[in-house]
């Protein structure tokens, strides 16, 4: 298990980024948080397998909303579990 924590930039909020981001959890199976944050970036908190996680990453990047315009995501990775128990939108 390890815990993945992304700030995306682009067109993110306001076109259901964070709804869709919620739907690519489920299929990834992580779990974790997505919230808007004030500078207009969307922050995503996931934990999960490895593997799964650079699947999430991956379709993140991509935009899982065909409204929203990915520009950049910053990641890392980390040890320092939350054991969040489901993923959901926060705000």
Known sequence: MKHLTLQVYGLV???GFRWSTVQVAMDCEVNGTVEN???GSVKIEAEG???KLYAFLTKI???????AQ??????SFSD???NY???R???
């Open 13 to 15: 909020q306001g076109v």
């Open 37 to 39: 944050e004030p500078d």
């Open 49 to 51: 397998d490895e593997m």
């Open 61 to 67: 990047r991509q935009s899982p909303s065909p409204f």
């Open 70 to 75: 990915v520009k950049n995501v910053d990641y």
């Open 80 to 82: 320092n579990l939350k």
């Open 85 to 87: 128990k489901k993923f």
């Open 89 to 91: 939108v926060i705000g």
